[in-house]
């Protein structure tokens, strides 16, 4: 399902507050979504947004409040390499059927559907950890 009225791509009109140098967008990995009337009405009680430079280039990832204290990890709301690829594979199911209801757009950014991309992900993000 590809709804009309929500992007989870968004490019910033004004300067970050995260402590990523050079962030520029985000692309939103997780939330929560209930699909009604065809639509997806999202609630970001619990998120997992994606940040990334002005071409592209990924810099690490913010979780929410909600998703921090179930961690209770001490990792904090942003996170980048290894400890962002770990969270990022707890959550990979959950991202996954969150990704699926924005297919059309993930294709549009990495130019393949949100389900093999995540397989993709999931296989390199494992090697990259080894």
């Known amino acids: ?19 990523f140098e050079g962030d520029d967008s985000t692309i939103l990995l997780l939330a929560n979504a209930t699909v009604k009337a065809n639509e997806v009405e999202l609630d970001y009680q619990r998120y997992i947004y994606l940040h990334r430079d002005e071409v592209g280039r990924w810099l690490g990832i913010s979780i929410s409040k909600s998703i921090e204290d179930s961690l209770d990890d001490g990792g904090g709301k942003y996170r980048q390499g290894a400890e962002a690829l770990l969270l990022l594979l707890s959550y990979n199911q959950e991202i996954s059927n969150f990704l699926r209801l924005f297919s059309d757009e ?14 993709a992900c999931k296989a390199r993000w494992r090697k990259i950890l080894k």
Request: hydrophobic content about 35%.
């Open 106 to 119: 993930v294709e549009s950014i990495f130019g393949i559907d949100a389900e093999t991309w995540m397989i």
């Open 1 to 19: 399902m590809q709804d009309t009225t929500q992007s989870i791509i968004r490019k910033y009109q004004r300067q970050s507050r995260s402590p």
